[in-house]
Every structure is written in C-alpha cells, then in structure tokens.
C-alpha cells in the first residue's frame, strides 16, 4: 500500500495585496495550496502572477494579508518578527536568483554565518560546510574566496550549502538560475536534483521549462490563485515523455 | 525626495556649527568692548582712590588737582566699613564695604539703577555684584553686622557700577537712603573717607600716574585705603569671563572640528551613493564641471540656508550666555548683532563646505561612466571613511568627556587644585599691621596658630612700568608654590620675576636687572619665575632684605595667619582687634573669601560640566545617526540576507552597534589614556591665557578611564538605539528593494 505523503507547507485562503500609488493591488486572491514533504515543487505562471509573492508568505519571508500559512502543521501567520526569524533559520532555507552572498565574507563564512545560528561548535560546523561544499563541487580552494572573485554558477552552488547548512524542512529558491548561463545552470540544477532524491522538499519559482522539468509537481498561478497542476515521477534524467506531458500541460495553461 | 531626505541631518549639523560659531566670535568681539561702552556710558574714574577724610586736606586736593595729567577730580564722601553680611548665599561673608549716600551727585562713576522700587527711608540700593551672587532680590531686606551693631536695610534697588573690582579685591559699594547714611555715619563717625575719581588727560597710562600719586602720598603720610586704575580694575572684573570664553573657544573648535568632518562624511557618503546617477549623467553627455556644480550647489544652497538659520538661533542664545558671563564681570552686557561675525562665520563654513564638497565631487572626472554606474569601488573608501569619522570624532569627544571628567575632579572633588592655580597665597587671615615684629610672635604663640608669615605687597618698578613685589620673609613656608620654574629668592640680591617679563621681556633665569623706587635703584639676579592670575604674571618677588636696599625703613606691613583646622577665622580675628587694637589696622578674612569663591567657581563649573556633557552626546548622536543612518542603506541588502536566513531583530541590531564597537573602543580607550599627557597641556593653555603657568590641575588614569567607559557604554547604548529602525523592515522588503 502507497503510503500517504506528509504535507510540510500548506496554505489555506491566503490574500496578499499591495498599495500603489493609493490603488490597492491584489497579487494572490484567496488561495489552498498543500505542499508535501520530499516533493520539488516548481511554481509557474506569467509575470506578476504572484510566483515570489506566494513563495514568500509560504515561508514567511512576507506576511499575508489574509488567511492561514500552516508549516509542519503549525499557524505561523501571527508569528512576531523574532519567532519568525527562529522560525525560518530551523525550517527554511533560501536560493535567490540575484545570491546575495554576503560580500564581505568567503563562501565557508557565507554557510557558517547561517549554520552558527542553530550549531555552537565550529568543527562541527566547518565538517558540515565541507561535506556540502563536496556535494556542490567546491573545492577549499574556491571556498576562501570571495563571491566577487568566482563564477555566478560556483555563487549560487555556495548559495546552495548556505541554504542547506540547518537541514532545513524545505529549500526555497526564487529562480536560481536566473541569472546564469547554460552550463551552470545545469550544474545548478543537478545540485537540486540531488539534493531533493535524498529527501529534501524544495519548492522553487521559475519561467524556464528546462528547470520545471526537474520537478515532480508543477503549479500554474493565475489571477492571485492556482490555476493549474501538473504531477511528474521524480526526475532521473532527461526524459522524452516527461518534456512532452509538462508542453501539454503548459499549453492548456496558456504558457 | 531621497536626495532632500540626506540633506537634512546635514543642514542641522552645520546649522549647529554656525550657531556656536557665531556665538563664540561675537562673545570674543563684544565682551571687552561692552564692558568699555558702559565703562564710557557711567564714566568711569581712570583711577580711583578711598582716602580717610581727614588726610584729605586742601593741599592734598591741590595737588591732585595741579597734577598735569589730571583734568578732573570728585570727591564722594562714603563709610568705610568691615561688614558682615548676614544670609550671603546662606551664610555669613565679611567684606570691606563703603557705604555711600545714594543721592550725592556724582559725575565720574555715576550709578545705573536697574531695578527699582518705592523708595523708603533706611533702604539700601546693592551693587549688581552683591545681589546676583548673594542671591539678593529687590523687596527683600539684607542685614550687615559692623561693629557690635547689625543695620537690616530693605532692598530697594539694584544698580550698575564701574568703580570697584569683584570679590577678589575685597572692597565692594553699597548706597544708602539719606536717613540710613545718615544714622550709619552716627555710629562710624571715625571711618569716613573720599572716594576720589580721577580723570586723565586721553590716552595717558593711569598705572603710571597712581604710581606717582602713590608716591606723593607716601610723602604726604596718607594712607591709600584703597586704589585701583582703570586697567587693573577691567583685568579682574573680566578674569573669570575670559576664562569662560576661552574654555567655550576651545570647546567651539571642537564642535565645529567634528561637524565638518561629520559634514565631510555626509558629502562623501552622498556621492557614493549618487555615483550611478553621475555616471548615468555622463554617458548621457554631461561635462565633468556639469555634473561637480550640481553635485556642490544643493550642498552650498542647504549650506548657506542652515547657516543663517544656525546664526538667528546663536542670538536667542546669546543674551542668556551674555548675561551669565556679564554677571562675572559685574555689569549687563548688551549683545548687539555683529556683522563681523556672521560674515567670518558664512565665510568659514561655507568655504569649507565647498572645499570638502568639491574634493570628493572632483574625481568624477577621471571616473569613466561604466565604471560610476557600476560603483562598486566607492564601498571600500566609504567604509574608511567612517571608520575614521568614528575613530577621530568619539576621539576628540573623549577629550571633551576627559576635560569634564578632570574639571569635576579638580574643582568638585579635589578644590585646592583649581583654586591653587587661580588664586594668590591665602591664609586663614590677613592683618595689615603696626609693627609686624612685635605682633608676631605673640600671635604664635597661640594655639590657634599653625604659623604666621610676613608677606606684603609693595610697588616697585621695572623700567618705567609700576608693578607689585612680593615681599616675603620666607618664600619656601607660602601654602601656594607660586613659583613655576628656578626658585624663590632667599638672598637680599635675588628676585623671582613674574611670568609677564619671563614671556614678554625675554629675562632669563641667571640675568641681572634692575628694580627702581623713588628714585633709588638696585640690582638684582633672576633666580625664579612666578605666576599671578589676578595680575596676569606682572609682578615680582623679593625678599624682606631685598625689599630694604630699595627702602631702608621697610617694615612689613601684612602678617598671613594660618589657623589649625576648625577654628573659626572670624571670631579669631575679632579676638585680635580686641586684644590688639592699636596694633591691628585692618583685618581681613581670606578663609571666607575663598569659601565664596570655590562656591562660585563649583556653580559654574557645574553649569559649564553639564553643558559639556549635553553637547558631547548630542554630537555623539549626531555622529552615530549618520553612520548607522548610511549602513542602513548601504547594507540594506546585507541585512535583509541576515534576516532571511534566521537572524532576529535583537542579534541584528546587537551586530551593527557592536560592528562600531570596536573602532570605539580603541578610540575612546587611546584617547582616554592620552589625557594623562594632553590634559596637563590643555590645562596649562586655559590657565596661561588668564596668567597662570603652573598647574595644579589632576588628571588621574583611573578617572581618564572610568569618564571613557561611562562615554563608551552611552555611544553603544545609542547605537543600539539609532539601529532599532531594522526592526521594522520585513526580510522580503529588503531584498525586494
């Protein structure tokens, strides 16, 4: 017998909206969403369908406007700002299309200023760093250096192990390879994949199919609410009938 | 809007600049021509004398009179008394008063009544003098004990003159109603005197001309109860002022130090931030000298508006300081708008704005567009910058927190200190006697006594310039080392010269010069220099044996007592005119006298610490908002990365105060620990300028360390403060902006 899926994130009636210039605009309008422990959840939709803005109150980056954002079953929409911020560093870990490494730090700094929040011990931090920095292909040497002297694919990679280094319930990332070229995104989605066969939930926002296509469920957002889902196997490679059933769902989406 | 927004902290420091600029400058400029335009609006005597009535004869006035430089003199009877006034800021104060009838014209010294009430007969009129510093108000009564009788006068006005000195000359005013004089006279008939205004021909040197008068009534056997010319009598009405003014200069220096690097920093800090718009501008075509005027303008314009700005408010402050300054120099001083200082304050700042404004907007220049759009170079040279706006600004802070520290120590804890370096020798009493041989031993002998010193003051003169001589038994016994490098003399041929000659005249240690009197002039060898405030180092000392080959019937004439501990120096020295009443002139009480003073000095000095304190935080904060206000947008982005990966509001704000922690910690600590060397000197500069070249001031480590961690622990208590606005910013608002 199948054995049911846990739900690690799950939203009910969420509204979010934003003040411009006096006019209330609404981003995301009254919606259910449950996300489910292992899973690599892509979200989709066109520009300003509200893909980050859901991300973020999903992991409480952002507050909602209105309705309930559930983590491991627990209401964390009222959470004040200090218990959001312990909330996050145990539960939470972020990839951003831009990095936002922190400059004036190495990479093995960038992933020990957030490993130190939840692990005293420096050993057993810089043993953690190193394992995950193997796992990403970063050598020691790179992992002295600054994020102005490396690559943007080797940045986000380090992005990565900073995302990692809590063991966190689930990894966001808002387009992680956004910014890179073809080569290191592939790299970077590899590091991804991996990552999430181990067991690692992972919901991430993208435009490119070539990125959905590594996820086994795929959300379509429109007009502030889910408009569509499309469910895959998990990825284990480049898959002939995968691309085809996410083109086929992606144009009844209107993509 | 962004751009307004940066201008603002910016305009209200330099605001604040001009504001203590401008108040400094018109202080320096106002406060010794003030004194001289009410010197001029009453009057004033080039010289006056209290002579008894009765020396004061026809031929005495003749010769006054046929004097070639006098061209007027006025003769105004008065009382001269040693009273006690009762409730003087709580307590009993003795001081030589003439009491003088209030109606008796007078056209020299004339009397400027400030406040009046209904006249009444046996009322008094005090000198502002009086009534400021013992808490006097018109309607209330003061009470005086001369004598065995006590006389309680109601107050019925308060008056402006300019012919006597402060406290420190011991001989104050006061005017009486014709029926209050009248009854006062009955009872001290004997004291009655003439206190003789004189009126020089223009531009003649009035110390000369008392010299010689000195002389002729040493030939006449008057005795000069008191004489004063008018430069001796501006120098110490105006000691303390000058003093304050010079401690506010120093202070103005500071301020003004820290606002333009404060300012400096803004401007630099601005540019790096605008640096992509400049670049922008160039790409679109802007010249160099295009982009460097509209990035000095709003700086200039801002400039030039908060500077007024800082200028009209100096005036509403002005009269305030104005009048708590005038108070120590006895008169009202009347603060009028200077041009001078409002243009050398605009000229000063806003020349400095536009240096400072034009040096960090230069290197647009050689800056290519790509490169200012990108602008990630300026991050490095910004970070220098603040660390060395913190390091340098907490740093002179922490002079200025060191000086209130050590002010508090040497004029609240430890008072001799201050007072040592400021005042003459003080004893518990002065006797002004017959025969000082034949008393001295006999007031020895008592218990009372510690000891008893012949110590006098004579004038003697170098060149043609009259000054004081010490004239001292034993220099080496005197409480006060006066003497602040070489010794004291102790031959008849040797001399110590004040600290005047020692600057000025350029005599050194080892020469031989020459002192003159009446016509008799001897040599002697310089072993010595010493140091008077109240006569700003013109003065000399000699000994007895020394004083006698000048004047061989030299006799001293004062005798200083010192008391053991607890004796009351009153009653002791009404204990001696009894038992002495031939051979006791005059007595005097210097232990109170130097109670009163210490009391005005710690009044002020405390105003003054207090007043050093609330401006060192208000600049701290100052400082502190700029820096933390620019890491907060600069770092924006960094914060928000923090936030989203799990830090809280608390470790935020405990890291960016913390970040500043450091370069603070070396600041204030160096600078803290290098008051042990600077403080002597900033004390040996503040006393030099009011003639004092020893000090006695105190700096100990333990308390340079204990004022920089108070300072330390409140700029980290600021900084925690000024980082609260993190808490309000959501992790996703600054990554998204």
């Given amino acids: ?255 | 809007m962004k751009k307004q927004k940066g201008m603002l902290p910016f305009g209200i420091i330099l605001g604040m600049a001009a504001m203590i600029l401008n108040l400094a400058l018109v202080l320096v400029f106002q406060v010794s021509s003030g004194y001289d335009k009410k010197f001029q609006e009453l009057n004033g005597a080039n010289i006056n004398l209290i002579l008894p009535k009765e020396q004061v004869t026809e031929k005495i006035r003749e010769k006054l009179e046929q004097h070639k430089e006098i061209v007027q003199a006025e003769y105004v009877e008065g009382i001269l008394t040693q009273a006690t006034v009762k409730e003087f800021r709580g307590s009993d104060f003795t001081m030589n008063t003439v009491f003088y009838h209030m109606n008796e014209t007078r056209s020299m010294n004339q009397l400027e009544v400030l406040q009046e009430r209904e006249k009444a007969a046996q009322s008094i009129y005090l000198p502002l003098y009086v009534a400021e510093f013992g808490e006097y108000q018109t309607g209330e009564s003061i009470t005086y004990e001369i004598g065995n009788a006590s006389y309680k006068y109601p107050i019925v006005g308060v008056v402006q003159e300019m012919q006597f000195g402060n406290f420190s000359t011991n001989m104050m005013g006061a005017y009486l109603s014709k029926e209050a004089y009248e009854k006062l006279l009955e009872a001290n008939a004997g004291n009655r005197v003439y206190s003789i205004a004189l009126k020089l021909k223009e531009n003649q040197d009035s110390k000369q001309v008392q010299s010689e008068l000195f002389k002729m009534f040493r030939e006449e056997n008057v005795s000069v109860l008191y004489g004063v010319c008018d430069s001796e009598n501006k120098q110490g009405r105006t000691m303390v002022c000058n003093l304050l003014i010079a401690i506010f200069m120093g202070f103005v220096a500071i301020v003004v130090f820290v606002t333009l690097f404060l300012a400096k920093f803004r401007i630099q800090n601005c540019i790096s931030q605008e640096m992509a718009d400049m670049g922008v501008r160039k790409a679109l075509g802007y010249t160099s000298n295009m982009i460097i005027t509209s990035i000095i303008m709003p700086y200039m314009v801002v400039g030039a508006i908060a500077s007024v700005n800082g200028i009209l408010l100096s005036y509403l402050l002005l009269p305030t300081i104005a009048h708590l300054l005038g108070l120590q120099a006895g008169f009202f001083l009347h603060i009028t708008f200077s041009l001078s200082a409002l243009g050398i304050t605009l000229a000063v700042l806003l020349g400095l704005v536009f240096v400072f404004t034009y040096f960090a907007a230069r290197k647009i220049r050689k800056l290519q567009p790509i490169y200012a759009i990108r602008g990630n170079a300026e991050c490095k040279k910004a970070a220098l910058w603040q660390n060395l706006l913190l390091f340098f600004s907490l740093g002179i802070l922490t002079v200025l927190v060191s000086f209130a520290g050590t002010l508090f120590y040497n004029v609240m804890v430890k008072p001799d200190n201050f007072m040592k370096a400021l005042s003459d020798e003080t004893a518990s009493v002065v006797l002004r006697v017959k025969d000082a041989d034949k008393i001295k031993e006999a007031l020895e002998r008592q218990k009372e006594t510690v000891k008893v010193l012949k110590l006098s003051t004579e004038k003697v003169k170098i060149k043609s310039e009259e000054i004081n001589a010490l004239v001292c038994e034993d220099f080496q016994q005197l409480d006060n080392d006066i003497c602040y490098q070489g010794r004291y003399p102790e031959k008849e041929d040797e001399i110590a010269l004040g600290s005047a000659f020692a600057q000025e005249d350029g005599y050194q240690l080892g020469d031989v010069m020459e002192l003159h009197l009446d016509g008799i002039t001897q040599k002697y060898k310089i072993v010595g220099y010493i140091q008077s405030v109240n006569q700003k180092g013109e003065l000399c000392a000699v000994t007895i044996e020394g004083m006698k080959r000048l004047y061989e019937d030299y006799q001293a004439a004062n005798l200083y007592v010192y008391l053991q501990k607890g004796t009351d120096a009153g009653r002791w020295m009404e204990k001696q005119e009894k038992t002495y009443p031939e051979e006791i002139f005059n007595s005097f009480n210097q232990e109170e006298l130097s109670e009163k003073t210490k009391e005005m000095y710690s009044s002020l000095i405390q105003e003054a610490i207090l007043c050093i304190l609330v401006v060192t935080i208000l600049i701290s904060l100052l400082i502190l908002y700029v820096i933390i206000k620019s890491i907060l947008v600069s770092r924006r982005e960094e914060f928000g990365i923090y936030k989203a990966l799990g830090y809280t509001n608390g470790q935020l704000i405990g890291k960016l105060a913390g970040e500043l922690l450091p370069v603070s910690v070396v600041a204030i600590g160096l600078f803290s620990l290098a008051g042990t060397i600077y403080m002597r000197v900033i004390y040996q500069f503040i006393f030099s300028m009011a003639g004092a070249m020893k000090n006695f001031c105190q700096a100990p480590i333990v308390l340079l360390l204990g004022s920089g961690t108070g300072f330390l622990a409140v700029t980290y208590l600021i900084s925690l403060w000024l980082a609260l606005p993190l808490k309000k910013i959501s992790a996703y608002q600054l990554i998204k902006e």
């Fill in chain 1, 1 to 255: 017998m199948k054995q049911k899926k846990q739900v690690v994130v799950a939203a009910k009636n969420l509204k979010k909206s934003f003040s411009t210039g006096g006019n209330e605009q609404t981003i995301i309008n009254g919606l259910d969403l449950k996300v489910y422990r292992g899973d690599f959840t892509v979200i989709m939709g066109s520009s300003g369908a509200g893909k980050s803005t859901l991300m973020y109150a999903l992991s409480g980056m952002d507050r909602p406007n209105g309705g309930q954002v559930l983590f491991c079953g627990e209401d964390i929409t009222n959470y004040k700002d200090d218990k959001l911020a312990v909330f996050r560093r145990k539960h939470c870990g972020f990839v951003f299309q831009q990095i936002y490494l922190l400059e004036r730090m190495t990479l093995l700094e960038n992933a020990i200023a957030a490993g130190k929040l939840t692990e005293h011990n420096k050993q057993k931090l810089k043993e953690k760093a190193s394992k995950l920095f193997a796992k990403v292909n970063i050598s020691e040497v790179l992992q002295k250096k600054y994020s102005s002297q490396i690559s943007g694919g080797e940045a986000q990679r380090a992005g990565i192990v900073r995302a990692l280094m809590n063991e966190p319930a689930v990894v966001f990332a808002d387009e992680p390879t956004g910014a890179l070229n073809s080569n290191n995104s592939q790299a970077v989605l590899d590091v991804f994949s991996e990552v999430n066969r181990e067991g690692q939930s992972i919901i991430m926002v993208t435009h490119d199919k070539k990125t959905a296509l590594r996820a086994n469920r795929i959300i379509y957002l429109k007009d502030g609410i889910i408009f569509g889902e499309c469910c895959l196997d998990t990825y284990k490679g480049a898959d002939k009938e995968r691309e085809h059933k996410l083109n086929t769902f992606l144009e009844e989406m209107g993509w």
